[in-house]
């Protein structure tokens, strides 16, 4: 199924915690047959962490205290979910509002940018 699949976009990243990035990575190193974290993938994720938050979870921008007494398996999985959202390198800021154009959302364009 993910054969031929060379970009993988993921949306709403903000409501994504830092264990579920991992098992993402998993499940994507298991249909791909290999141990790489997100292999042959070129992975756009699209953020606005002013967006709803993981429930529960840890964020993907939050502190992780790595000298954790108990090195359990749901901490590990923290743990490296983090590494992984510190590997990604290259990062776009759009600035343009496309999808509110036009006289009619002028008000509503300017709230959204004093947001």
Not at 7 to 21: G, N
Not at 93 to 112: K, M, P, S, T, Y
Request: glycine share 4%.
């Amino acid at each position: 199924m993910w054969e031929g699949v060379d970009y993988l976009f993921i949306d709403k990243v903000s409501m994504i915690s830092c264990k579920f990035l991992c098992r993402i990575s998993e499940a994507l190193s298991m249909a791909k047959g290999n141990t790489a974290m997100f292999v042959s993938f070129n992975t756009i994720f699209a953020v606005n962490f002013a967006h709803l938050s993981p429930v529960r979870e840890t964020h993907l921008y939050s502190h992780i205290n790595t000298q954790y007494q108990q090195a359990t398996t749901h901490h590990q999985q923290t743990v490296f979910g983090k590494l992984l959202w510190l590997t990604v390198d290259i990062v776009i800021i759009l600035h343009r509002v496309e999808r509110q154009v036009g006289a009619h959302n002028e008000d509503f364009l300017n709230l959204l940018m004093c947001l």
